[in-house]
């Protein structure tokens, strides 16, 4: 009777042993799904923050665009005015 007493806080003990490891198990897996939830978390608010600073940097790029197309325009304005007068300079019987 003694060995079998003996023999079930064997098992009791090596199932409690098993249980506990299956606890740890299962809440070392929580707190990782925590992490992995912290750390999607932080990725969507680096997504987030991106792409407003991708917004604005492409609209800098519209406003950059659309006045390098107006000094653009301005200067070939000049350039033919320059050459105008240039060419009536050059023309005979003009006096600078």
């Given at each position: 009777m003694a060995d079998t007493l003996e023999d079930a806080l064997q098992r009791l003990d090596g199932a409690v042993g098993q249980l506990e490891f299956a606890i740890a198990?299962?809440?070392?897996?929580?707190?990782?799904?925590g992490d992995l939830d912290t750390e999607l978390q932080i990725m969507q608010d680096d997504r987030a923050r991106l792409a407003v600073e991708l917004d604005g940097a492409l609209a800098r790029l519209a406003r950059m665009e659309a006045a390098t197309q107006d000094v653009g325009r301005r200067?070939?304005?000049?350039?033919?005015?320059?050459r105008e007068v240039v060419a009536r300079a050059d023309q005979p019987g003009v006096r600078s």
């Open positions: 198990r299962r809440l070392e897996g929580e707190r990782r799904r200067v070939r304005r000049a350039a033919a005015v320059v």
